[in-house]
């Protein structure tokens, strides 16, 4: 399994902007789908984004299509979501995720990080 942390959370006001960072560990970075997933508390965690292996495939979630944008470095093992537009609704727990199928990350064989947070304040 592919080990991934997660950076660049914080505490920024509404309107602005945040670049998450999971960089990766392990040879196979560049064959996995990535992807970013949130939990807000009391609420289940839900799909973000998500790239395809290749990075010429991307995914959004309707809440934040044109807002956030994720792409990878496969020479640097990082993927990245970029988020403009924040709204005091994207608070959450950012979570990365390798071995996404679809907008799901496949038991047994894909990799959670521990999660960043993210705080939008009105």
């Known amino acids: 399994q592919v080990q991934l942390v997660e950076s660049g959370g914080g505490l920024v006001q509404a309107g602005g902007s945040l670049r998450l960072s999971c960089t990766a560990s392990?040879?196979?970075?560049?064959?996995?789908?990535m992807g970013w997933f949130r939990q807000a508390p009391g609420k289940e965690r839900e799909f973000v984004a998500a790239?395809?292996?290749?990075?010429?495939?991307?995914d959004y979630a309707r809440s934040v299509k044109g807002r956030f944008t994720v792409s990878r470095d496969s020479a640097k093992n990082t993927v990245y979501l970029q988020m403009n537009s924040l709204k005091p609704e994207d608070t959450a727990v950012y979570y990365c995720?390798?071995?996404?199928?679809?907008?799901?990350?496949?038991?047994?064989?894909?990799?959670w990080g521990q999660g960043t947070q993210v705080t939008v304040s009105s």
């Open positions: 995720a390798a071995g996404l199928s679809g907008r799901t990350v496949v038991p047994g064989t894909g990799s």
């Open positions: 790239i395809s292996w290749s990075g010429g495939s991307t």
């Open positions: 392990g040879r196979t970075f560049g064959s996995y789908p």
